[in-house]
């Protein structure tokens, strides 16, 4: 499985910004499980959220939830992390990953396979 992480940038407090995960080299229709994480510098991976590909349900760090939502566009095996109403502290390098089954451990880092590149997003004034 290969993932593509982009949509990162420059933006400033109280703005959107929309990040994709592009999946390939496997059936992404299966039980897989995807998650976001993201990396301040100094700081440890933490979890952001997770995403059941074949409910098509979310999982949102509850200190995140109501300003980041995930989805989908099956016909391109990509997930989406819409974030809004960006703060300095979401300042970090996001990443995402990726797991052949879905676990209820959904927010461990240890448990995906694969990884994407990280894509770093700044919110600053």
């Keep these: 499985v290969q993932l593509q992480a982009s949509g990162g940038g420059l933006v400033q407090p109280g703005d959107s910004l929309r990040l994709s995960c592009a999946a390939s080299g496997?059936?992404?229709?299966?039980?897989?499980a995807l998650g976001w994480f993201r990396q301040a510098p100094g700081k440890e991976r933490e979890f952001?959220?997770?995403?059941?590909?074949?409910?098509?349900?979310?999982?949102v760090a509850d200190s995140l939830k109501g300003r980041?939502?995930?989805?989908?566009?099956?016909?391109?095996?990509?997930?989406?992390l819409q974030m809004n109403?960006?703060?300095?502290?979401?300042?970090?390098?996001?990443?995402c990953a990726a797991r052949a089954r879905w676990s209820l451990d959904y927010s461990n880092?240890?448990?995906?396979?694969?990884w994407g590149q990280g894509t770093l997003v700044t919110v600053s004034s």
């Design 26 to 32: 496997r059936d992404f229709t299966s039980n897989y």
């Design 48 to 59: 952001v959220a997770a995403f059941r590909w074949a409910l098509n349900r979310e999982y």
């Design 68 to 80: 980041f939502t995930v989805s989908r566009d099956n016909a391109k095996s990509t997930v989406f």
């Design 85 to 95: 109403s960006l703060k300095a502290e979401d300042t970090a390098v996001y990443y």
């Design 109 to 114: 880092v240890r448990i995906y396979d694969y």
